[in-house]
């Protein structure tokens, strides 16, 4: 079957899903995409300009089967624009994160334009896929929210329509994560080595950098011996935060930046021994399943999707796992792994046994037959 990928912002995540599903996938991909830059810009032009680069590859004879394409796509326009014979493909239309949501530093910054782009992309979509039932949840209800805030003619009535064409499609990670020997990870815990801590993700103000440094910053205070990593893709406009820390914490970091590549940060993630997740925004967490695949013990905010991805109501036991969300509640989790270190006990179980399901080779397969599915309807 062939598959019309199209990406408007075709890089970290975005890239490695799509990716990580064509290695895997039994399906033929053809992948449209611009780079990942300026990502409001992107969401604005993105269908005019891949809808002529599909017109062009339709005019020299491609064909496909269906089309998948992320939320940074305007749908609706692009479906408008693209040869009659390619808008009359079936279309999926997925979820990595959605515009309703995001905790703008200012209020004022907060674009409707993104959000009702969303909206009618899934209008739009045959299928909608989201990385988890919590995205679908935030979604949905703040679509309602949102919509009921506007002057007239207030079209909530298509929610129930998107909710029917809704279905729950996790991200894949790769399992080369997984691969690290058992002797490895038991060299890692000798009790008289620092607590190496790990914490990777953009370095942007909706992964809460400030309470991760202010909890490393108690957690010294109460005596824990521990290793930096801050690791992450920065930005011209980077929180300040980042600045300061690295002279503050000078003497603890071992890495701070971004990872000179993927088999770098397998390396780092298989060596760490507590990977840390600050973030307000996040509806997936795929660095934490990676970290966690790696042998790396979790520490995650009881929010967002990391119950949800990590199991939590089906795993009780799994609460360990999780902190209250404050600075105070992650010193004191690091305190606790920073003993359990000591003992020789930290230990994730069986937990990444369990996440397995979430590799490529498990997930894939099961993408592969949720869209020929709707390919063959």
């Known amino acids: 079957m062939r598959v019309l990928a199209i990406e408007p912002y075709f890089g970290g995540s975005h890239r490695a899903f799509l990716k990580g599903w064509e290695t895997h996938s039994a399906h033929d991909f053809t992948i449209v995409d611009l780079p990942a830059f300026h990502w409001k810009w992107r969401m ?74 969303n909206f009618t992309s899934a209008i739009a979509a045959d299928e909608i896929w989201y990385n ?99 690791l992450g893709e920065s930005f011209k406009n980077q929180p300040p935060v980042f600045g300061l820390a690295k002279q503050e914490f000078a003497t603890y970091i071992d890495e701070f930046g971004y990872a000179e590549s993927q088999s770098q940060f397998v390396e780092l993630m298989q060596s760490t021994d507590v990977f840390v997740s600050t973030a307000i925004h996040e509806f997936f967490g795929i660095s934490a399943v990676e970290a966690a695949l790696a042998g790396a013990y979790p520490l995650l905010p009881q929010r967002l999707a990391y119950p949800e991805v990590f199991d939590l109501e089906e795993n009780p036991d799994r609460q360990k796992f999780f902190y209250g969300g404050t600075a105070e509640s992650l010193a004191l989790a690091l305190g606790r792994c920073h003993d359990l270190k000591k003992a020789g006990t930290l230990s994730t179980g069986n937990l990444k046994v369990q996440l397995q399901r979430y590799t490529w080779p498990n997930r894939a397969p099961i993408m592969d037959e949720a869209i020929a599915k709707l390919a063959h309807k």
């Open 44 to 117: 604005r032009h993105s269908a005019i300009t891949l809808a002529d680069e599909v017109n062009r590859l339709a005019s020299q004879g491609e064909r496909w089967d269906v089309i998948f394409c992320s939320d940074m796509l305007n749908l609706a326009e692009w479906k408008g624009l693209v040869d009659s014979q390619v808008a009359s493909l079936p279309k999926v239309l997925y979820f990595h994160e959605n515009q309703l949501t995001y905790p703008s530093q200012q209020p004022r910054e907060w674009d409707y334009h993104f959000a009702f782009s």
């Open 132 to 230: 988890s039932r919590f995205n679908e949840t935030e979604f949905l209800r703040e679509l309602d929210a949102f919509l009921h805030r506007m002057p007239d003619f207030q079209p909530s009535h298509h929610i129930p329509l998107l909710q029917e064409k809704s279905s729950i499609q996790p991200p894949g990670v790769d399992s080369v994560f997984a691969n690290k020997l058992e002797e490895e990870a038991t060299d890692l815990n000798t009790s008289g080595s620092p607590l190496v801590v790990t914490w990777a993700a953009r370095w942007e103000h909706d992964k809460d950098p400030e309470t991760f440094f202010k909890a490393i910053r108690l957690a010294i205070t109460n005596g824990v011996n521990l290793r930096l990593r801050v």
